[in-house]
């Protein structure tokens, strides 16, 4: 077949020779009905909806504007850890917390996958930016895809369309990302609702920065300006730029007297990111804005400081447990319409609904697709544990109106955190930049349902990038290390580890959380100002529970003390599981990591 065969293949709006020959490339392999060049516009959006709508994949929502509900295969609920790799020419470059393959290898091996992928399906061409289009230097993809609901995502989560490709001009570099859900149509076939394929790679070449999918629908698989982009292939960037790119929300917070200071925070996957970036205080006169809920970009300003962008443009939320009481600003930005819910159930007069939302439906179709009562226990989650909303920034009603700014936002402090029912406290402050590292590098957290695996299990998940570190993990340390000898001490985050999660012995939770973690962050932001005093403890400085402003909580003191408490001989258990997570890092571990291990130890005694 001639390329010139495929209709829209030479209706480019474009003149960049690279992107040209790239989609030429891709279209010749993997053989579509038609090519479509993405713009972005509400006309394209309304086009592939119906489309959707059209082949049931797609339920419109009648008591939501302009949203829709969507089911995924069953077997295509999560990102695919295990099938994930990183390519590098040299293995060790990938490090042992990946999986690695040969790139020539990989290579052969997915084009052999590629060939003929798209045959029955509409090809999809779609620019999109990484943050601000009116960045100094916009960070470009461009996502080739078979799939409608990839591009309608991709048109909440980026900044997606004909502005980018224009942006782009003839000789813009940019990453390219190539997709298929890897389920060609013979003629005459009758297509699924969710089409996927049980062989699925989601592979990553550092080194020519490219990105394939292959096989999967599902957001971290497919969306791959996302984790794909913006933290596997941007983390590589960042190293050898010299900045970060890390899993983690950015908030912004006023005090009472109107003191501004600007937050990141990274927690593992379905770990409350988007709760504590959208979080309602409890406390009078506190404020909090959102500038991103997943991802942030930290480059240091002339000033000497470290400034967070939010490269996506949409939230792609877990839906269980977002109510009302734990997530009210998620519930009004959804409120707003435009927006696509995956695995979650759906009501009979048009309405979603997911475990812990308010009310409960008599009768729902579950994410299965299955008429159930939730009442009844025997029929199962009515909503996958990681079903998603997918839904636009721009209608948080707490969005900070700096979060577009491509200069991005001082950031005042660095918050790591998991979920851990034990051993760590509700809230520590390193010591200094390197003990901080040593914090975020020993995180750990109980596994979500956001990867597939086993829910529950304790992990060590640095940074909470464990899965999204495009590179050698031990270098990733040795890299924020590094970081932190770029700029004077002074003007560093300081860093803090904190865990809502932790338990009593009867298995209650012992702090409250959501909206009362503002306590916790009116005490960090004491600490960066000067204001609050903290305990020096073996593994970081600890807030009494005097210290904390606990004013109007029904809260049990001990609860909260112990929350606070370090416990001896859980760290001391701790020990070896940490000795244990640097073994498995092994040489390219930084020497500083065992130099604070082997003080931790000491201060154990
Ligand atoms: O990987 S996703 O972006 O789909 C969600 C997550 O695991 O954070
Ligand atoms: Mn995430």
């Not at 707490?398 to 918050?415: K, M, N, R, T």
């Not at 904390?548 to 001990?558: K, P």
């Not at 001989?569 to 065992?594: K, Y």
Request: a negative charge; one cysteine or more.
């Amino acid at each position: 077949m001639t390329a010139l065969a495929i209709p829209g293949l030479d209706h480019a709006p474009t003149t960049h020779p690279g992107l040209l020959a790239w989609v030429q490339e891709v279209a010749e392999l993997t053989t579509p009905d038609a090519v479509v060049w993405c713009d972005g516009t509400q006309d394209e959006w309304n086009r592939l909806t119906t489309k959707l709508v059209d082949a049931g994949t797609f339920v419109p929502l009648e008591k939501r504007p302009n949203s829709f509900w969507c089911a995924s295969d069953p077997d295509d609920v999560a990102r695919v850890e295990e099938r994930t790799f990183i390519c590098s020419k040299d293995a060790s470059d990938a490090g042992p917390t990946n999986n690695w393959m040969d790139p020539g290898e990989m290579t052969a091996l997915m084009t052999d996958l590629y060939r003929g992928s798209m045959r029955g399906r509409t090809m999809y061409v779609i620019p999109f930016c990484m943050g601000p289009l009116d960045a100094e230097k916009p960070m470009f993809g461009v996502e080739i895809t078979d799939s409608e609901y990839v591009v309608v995502s991709m048109h909440i989560m980026t900044r997606a369309g004909r502005d980018v490709l224009d942006r782009m001009g003839s000789d813009a570099d940019f990453v390219p990302c190539l997709h298929s859900v890897g389920k060609p149509l013979e003629a005459g076939e009758a297509d699924v609702s969710w089409p996927c394929s049980e062989t699925k790679y989601i592979t990553h070449f550092p080194e020519t920065k490219t990105i394939w999918s292959f096989g999967s629908g599902y957001g971290g698989n497919a969306l791959l300006g996302k984790k794909c982009y913006s933290l596997r292939i941007a983390s590589v960037l960042a190293r050898e730029e010299g900045w970060l790119a890390e899993h983690m929300l950015i908030l912004k917070l006023t005090s009472p007297t109107d003191e501004v200071h600007y937050i990141a925070a990274a927690f593992p996957s379905a770990c409350g990111k988007t709760n504590l970036a959208m979080l309602e205080p409890t406390i009078p006169g506190w404020r909090v804005e959102t500038l991103g809920d997943d991802i942030a970009w930290m480059r240091f300003g002339d000033d000497g400081r470290l400034y967070a962008v939010n490269p996506e443009n949409g939230f792609f939320g877990v839906a269980p447990g977002t109510n009302w009481k734990t997530n009210p600003n998620a519930m009004r930005t959804l409120e707003g319409g435009n927006s696509i819910y995956t695995n979650v159930a759906r009501t009979p007069d048009g309405d979603v609904w997911w475990e812990g939302m308010e009310g409960t439906p008599e009768i729902l179709t579950s994410w299965k697709g299955e008429q159930i009562s939730p009442s009844d226990s025997s029929a199962g989650p009515a909503a996958h544990p990681n079903s998603r909303y997918c839904t636009p920034m721009n209608q948080c009603p707490v969005l900070a109106q700096e979060w577009d700014d491509p200069q991005g936002v001082p950031i005042s402090a660095i918050l790591f955190g998991g979920r851990r029912a034990t051993t760590i406290p509700l809230v520590a402050e390193a010591r200094d930049w390197q003990h901080g590292v040593f914090l975020g590098a020993t995180l750990s957290s109980e596994k979500t349902a956001a990867a597939a695996g086993t829910v529950g299990q304790v992990r060590r998940d640095p940074m909470a990038m464990l899965p999204f570190i495009g590179y050698n993990a031990g270098d990733y340390l040795r890299h924020w290390g590094e970081v932190g000898k770029q700029a004077d001490a002074a003007k560093l985050p300081s860093i803090f580890y904190v865990n809502w999660f932790r338990r009593g012995d009867d298995g209650r939770f012992l702090w409250p959380g959501f909206g009362e973690n503002s306590r916790v962050l009116k005490w960090i932001v004491e600490r960066l100002e000067g204001r609050a005093s903290a305990v020096e403890t073996a593994i970081g400085r600890v807030p009494t529970v005097e210290e904390l402003d606990l004013t109007g909580l029904d809260v049990r003191y001990e609860d909260v003390a112990d929350a606070l408490a370090i416990d001896v001989d859980e760290w001391r258990a701790e020990l070896p599981l940490i000795e244990e997570w640097f073994d498995t890092i092994g040489a390219a571990l930084p020497s500083t990591m065992q130099d604070e291990l082997a003080a931790l130890r000491q201060r154990l005694g």
